[in-house]
Every structure is written in C-alpha cells, then in structure tokens.
C-alpha cells in the first residue's frame, strides 16, 4: 500500500510547553493536507487543515505549517495539555485522484 | 459536523466465517467512502475507495476477494471480511467525503475485529 506502515515515533512534553509535531509528505501532487488526532480505540478526528496555496493556517491552540520545497508539514500545539495525549497523523490528498494517504503517526505523550 | 457511524464496534469470529462492517453517513450522503486498515500502533492504511453505484478501486496488495465492498446507497458502504483468519484480526475504520465537498473526510470510530 502507499502509506508507510513504521513504528510510531515518540513525543513527551511537559504539560504548558508548546509541541512540535513533524511530517514529511511523499507526493509533490498532493494539495490539501490535513492533521488528524487519534485517541485509542477510536477513529481519527480532524484537527485542522491547509491547502497547497498556504503555508501557515492557525487554528485554536494548533497552528500548521507547510513547506512544498522540502515536502514538509508541521503541526504546533501551544501550552500542550494532558488531553493532547494521542497519536497524530498528517494525510495528504489529491483531490483530483479522491485519496487520502495517511503518515506515519507521532505519538504524543503529555507529561503532567 | 456530519456523523460517520461504523457497526459493528467489536467483532469476535472463528476462522473461516465472513464479518460484515458496516459504514454509515447519518447526517449527509457521500458519494465516496474510504475503507482503512489499521494494525496496532501503526499508521491507517487505505485499502480501497468506494463509490456509490461502482465497484471499489482497491489499493495494491488488497485482494478485492477477500475483502468485499459495496456501497450501495448513498449512506451506507460495507466491507465483508470473507473467510477470515487471525492474521485479518485488525482495527477497521472507515470514512466519508461529503458530495460535492471540499475534500474533508469524516471518521468512524473504527471497528476491531478479531479472529480466533
């Protein structure tokens, strides 16, 4: 399948400090990104979206940012809270093809 | 925002039965859905796009026998699980687009099947 099947990477924060979360996206094509949350056992839940003519979009609490020259997504939380504490993947579409192609994931740990 | 339910949640099955998943829409129709596949603490992994009315493009390395998708209205899609064996046993979630909408995707919760 297209989307890579790696062990999930790990992040620990301290609960206040802000989060850095990274995702390299595999196809040039792609133009719309989105940042989903999972929480265990359950589906993923959007978080927040950019197009391809964008490369910063905020959100509450959560900002992206996108850099086409290097194929890079970014999502920032600030002040980081214990209900942040999941696994987040970014996905890429191209909404001319209809798919949506999953990252790896990134485990967020918030340390109380 | 829009309601993609999935049904059952959990599913326990001996080897060789089919499951049946269910993928509904409750607040929208959607044209197109999504059938993923999710191992533990892995990324989801798309195993075919369903449209309404069409046979499912399944992804590369998915066996369409295997896994059958119908997506008969424009609210609900199925994914059977035939002949299951314990190496089927994973986490299945399915998605909806909206018709005619810009790309956002609505998630089930997900539906865990295990195989014994």
């Known amino acids: 399948g297209e989307s890579v099947g790696l062990h999930l990477p790990t992040l620990s924060v301290q609960e206040g400090d802000n989060s850095i979360i990274n995702c390299a996206y595999s196809?040039?094509?792609?133009?719309?990104f989105i940042w989903y949350k999972q929480e265990s056992g359950k589906g993923p839940q959007f978080i927040i979206d950019?197009?391809?003519?964008?490369d910063k979009r905020q959100g509450q609490r959560v900002t992206v940012l996108l850099n086409k020259t290097v194929k890079h997504l970014s999502l920032q939380i600030a002040a980081t809270q214990p209900g942040d504490s999941a696994v987040y993947f970014c996905?890429?579409?191209?909404?001319?093809?209809?798919?949506?192609?999953f990252g790896p994931g990134t485990s967020l740990s918030v340390i109380p | 925002g829009a309601v993609v339910s999935q049904h059952p949640s959990r599913v326990i099955c001996k080897s060789g039965t089919s499951v049946k998943i269910e993928c509904r829409s409750l607040?929208?129709?959607?044209?197109?859905m999504f059938w993923y596949r999710q191992f533990p603490k892995k990324s989801l992994m798309l195993m075919a796009t369903?449209?309404?009315?069409?046979?499912?493009?399944?992804e590369q390395g998915v066996e369409k026998d295997k896994f059958l998708i119908n997506h008969a209205s424009l609210t609900l899609s199925t994914l059977t699980v035939t002949s299951a064996h314990p190496e089927d046993s994973s986490f299945y979630i399915c998605?909806?687009?909206?018709?005619?909408?810009?790309?956002?995707?609505?998630f089930g919760e997900g539906s865990r099947l295990t195989v014994l």
């Open positions: 998605s909806a687009r909206t018709h005619g909408g810009t790309g956002e995707l609505f």
């Open positions: 196809n040039s094509a792609s133009d719309y």
């Open positions: 950019i197009r391809s003519n964008m």
């Open positions: 996905a890429e579409i191209r909404t001319s093809y209809d798919k949506v192609i």
């Open positions: 607040d929208f129709q959607a044209t197109t």
């Open positions: 369903s449209n309404e009315g069409s046979k499912a493009t399944y």
